[in-house]
């Protein structure tokens, strides 16, 4: 039996420069993620980038110049932050 697999977009927004762009993700995958399984896991098929930008919205642009202004040792915490999950 032939498993479908749909793809389907999601909007994110950029925080630094508010651009949307859509990602197109599998629509099992994204579940398995929403349910809770690590995004490295559940979305294998995304580049680093898109799944940075599912969890905080940073567009790759954004990101490049993110990781340029933050020193190497700070970069975890300073996606914590981005991602709002400090708290
Ligand atoms: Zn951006």
Redo the contacts with the bound molecule.
Sequence with gaps: MATTNPHLPVETQ??????IENIEVSASGFAQWHAGKNIQDALPELTNVQREQLLS???????I?FFNMVPKQHHGQALLELRGWTN
């Excluded at 919205?57 to 990101?63: E, V």
């Design positions: 950029c925080p630094i420069c508010h651009a919205g940073t567009c790759g642009p954004c990101w110049d």
